[in-house]
């Protein structure tokens, strides 16, 4: 019996043990597989937000239209940054099934020197690649830095209720001595130079330091006004409004001679580029940028900073 019961025992923790190592086989193939759909699942979500490449260019085996899009405000910290369009642009021309290069505007302005900065790109663009001619589309708006660009290309094209125009530079802010005063709050400001708290919000204005300022503003009025005459020579119809900073319709801007005529991405390149089939050179903001601006945003505002605390702008 003792014999028998040896066997029966040393039987059943065979089995046991048979158990106890299917069971980790199953599960190891288990977080195996798990793994595998994870990775796969975040690898098709990095391609899906762009990143694994900031250039979404489309493949193209024949004469093209080369697209490049301009959004939204114009900045250093924007996709439409010169950082961004400057490669972008560089790329359309490069190419060399590109026939004509389309830049599509989307903007009410920005930073002046970001546009001058992409605005010289385009002519020295031009000038390098003389068969290539550069047209510019506008959707809505097309106003201050963003028109500064424009001013650079062959021609722009315009829906008749674009807006366009707003040659003029503000600085804007906030003064705050008043509501400091009710408050009983006192401003504690030491400088090193006369004007190193050059319209300070929290002091008083300063007479001198302000016209200064529109000194400065004009100076750089007068660059925009100097590249918008350059850009449209004899088509541009002067008024006194024309640099006023006002804003025109589409319509009206072609009167003005602010812009060509009226035309889309689409009829642009067939009638006037002859090449239908349009490629897209723009440089897209991925993921990773994505997260990381706004990171770097959040922990901007965590510490008391703010990117939009006054400046020169052509908006």
């Not at 923790?13 to 759909?37: D, P, V, Y």
């Not at 005063?181 to 090193?192: F, Q, S």
């Amino acid at each position: 019996m003792p014999d028998q019961n040896n066997w029966e025992r040393g039987v059943l923790e065979k089995l046991a043990m048979s158990a106890i190592q299917e069971q980790r086989r199953a599960r190891h193939w288990g977080i195996f597989f798990k793994t595998l759909t994870l990775g796969f699942m975040f690898l098709v979500l990095f391609i899906f937000m762009g990143w694994m490449g900031k250039s979404e260019v489309a493949l193209s085996t024949g004469k093209h239209t080369a697209l490049v899009e301009m959004q939204g405000v114009i900045s250093a910290e924007s996709i439409a940054s010169a950082d961004n369009m400057i490669p972008s642009l560089q790329d359309a021309f490069k190419d060399k099934n590109t026939q004509g290069v389309i830049l599509r505007i989307n903007s009410p302005g920005g930073s002046p020197v970001q546009a001058g900065q992409i605005n010289d790109e385009i002519r020295r663009l031009r000038a390098q690649y003389p068969n290539i001619p550069l047209y510019v589309v506008v959707d809505d708006i097309c106003a201050s830095g963003g028109y500064y660009v424009a001013v650079a290309a062959d021609k722009i094209f315009v829906d008749k209720a674009s807006l366009i125009g707003s040659v003029g530079v503000l600085m804007d802010g906030f003064g705050f001595t008043g509501t400091m005063e009710k408050l009983g709050v006192e401003r504690r400001l030491i400088t090193a130079g006369t004007n190193k708290g050059f319209l300070d919000p929290f002091s008083p204005l300063n007479a001198a330091q302000q016209e200064y300022a529109k000194q400065m503003l004009a100076e750089i009025h007068q660059q925009f006004i100097d590249v918008v005459r350059k850009g449209r020579g004899k088509r541009l119809k002067e008024t006194p409004d024309t640099f006023s900073g006002l804003v025109w319709n589409g319509q009206r801007g072609v009167e003005m001679g602010l812009a060509d005529g009226f035309g889309t991405i689409e009829s642009v390149a067939r009638d006037v580029i002859k090449a239908e089939n349009i490629v897209d050179f723009t440089t897209k903001e991925n993921f990773a940028d994505r997260l990381a601006k706004r990171f770097g945003v959040g922990a901007m505002s965590a510490l008391g900073f703010s990117a939009h605390s006054g400046g020169i702008s052509l908006r």
